[in-house]
C-alpha cells in the first residue's frame, strides 16, 4: 500500500517570490512519482512526473521536483511564482508494474495562494 | 481542454432520486476512471474499467454503480445517495498500455444531494 502527505494544506506567497511544496510518501514497492495540478473549475492535469534517471524533474512552466529516495520526499519549487499559479496541487505515486491501469494515490492537496 | 467531457458540471439531487453522471473520451484510451474528490481528503479512487472491464472496485457502497458500455464510454448511475455523498466526481482516462502513464481528468460534476 502506499500514502503521501501533503503537510501543507495552504501555501500564500507573494507574486515572484520563491515557493516550494512539501510532499513526502511511503510505499512497500517501488513507485512513481507525479505532481498534478488544478486550477478553479478544473479536473486535474499533470505538471512533472519522475520515473527514473536525473532526480530533478521540471515541468515547462518553471516547476520543478527533486526526488529524494533517503527522505522518501518529491517537494515542488519554483524560484519566482505568478499569479496565474494560483491553483491547488497535488502529489502522487504510483506503482511501479502496476499492469495496463494506474493505481494512483493522491496526496490530501495543498493551495497555492499567489498575492499581487 | 484534456479530451475528456464529463455531464453534467452540476448535478442537485434528492436522497431519492436516481440520476447518471456521464464521461465520454475520444483518446483511444483503455483505461477509464471515477474520481471522488471531498474537500479536505485525498481523491478517492473508486471504480477502474481496463479494456471495458471493471478491474476495481474500492468498497464504493452498492448505491454507486459504473457502466462502461464501451471504450470511449463510462457512466456512474446515483440512487438512494446520502447527504455525505456531495463532492466532486472526477472521471478520468490513461492509455492503459504502461504503469507510469498519466491520467488525463475532465472538469468534474459537483453533486449536491439533498
Known amino acids: 500500500a502506499q500514502s503521501v502527505t501533503q503537510l501543507d494544506s495552504q501555501v500564500p506567497v507573494f507574486e515572484e517570490a520563491p515557493v516550494e511544496l512539501r510532499c513526502n510518501y511511503s510505499?512497500?514497492?517501488?513507485?512513481?512519482l507525479f505532481w498534478y495540478v488544478q486550477y478553479p473549475n478544473q479536473g486535474l492535469q499533470l505538471l512533472l512526473k519522475y520515473l527514473s534517471g536525473s532526480t530533478l524533474v521540471e515541468s515547462i512552466n518553471g516547476f520543478e521536483a527533486e526526488f529524494n529516495k533517503s527522505q522518501t520526499s518529491f517537494h515542488l519549487r519554483k524560484p519566482s511564482v505568478h499569479i496565474s499559479d494560483t491553483a491547488e496541487y497535488f502529489c502522487a505515486v504510483s506503482p511501479m508494474n502496476s499492469g495496463g491501469y494506474q493505481k494512483v494515490t493522491f496526496g490530501i492537496g495543498t493551495k497555492l495562494q499567489v498575492i499581487p | 481542454e484534456t479530451g475528456v467531457t464529463q455531464t453534467p458540471r452540476h448535478l442537485v439531487m434528492g436522497m431519492t432520486n436516481k440520476k447518471s453522471l456521464k464521461c465520454e473520451q475520444h483518446?483511444?484510451?483503455?483505461?477509464m476512471y471515477w474520481y471522488k474528490q471531498s474537500a479536505k481528503k485525498p481523491l478517492e479512487l473508486m471504480f477502474v474499467y481496463s479494456l471495458e472491464e471493471r478491474v476495481e472496485n474500492n468498497s464504493v457502497p452498492s448505491r454507486f454503480s459504473p457502466e462502461c458500455p464501451n471504450s470511449s464510454h463510462l457512466f456512474l448511475h446515483l440512487h438512494t445517495l446520502q447527504p455525505e455523498d456531495s463532492a466532486l466526481y472526477l472521471c478520468?482516462?490513461?492509455?492503459?498500455?504502461?504503469?507510469?502513464?498519466?491520467?488525463?481528468f475532465g472538469s468534474g460534476t459537483q453533486l449536491s444531494v439533498l
Open positions: 510505499s512497500s514497492v517501488s513507485v512513481y
Open positions: 478520468a482516462s490513461s492509455p492503459g498500455q504502461t504503469s507510469n502513464e498519466k491520467l488525463f
Open positions: 483518446l483511444g484510451h483503455n483505461a
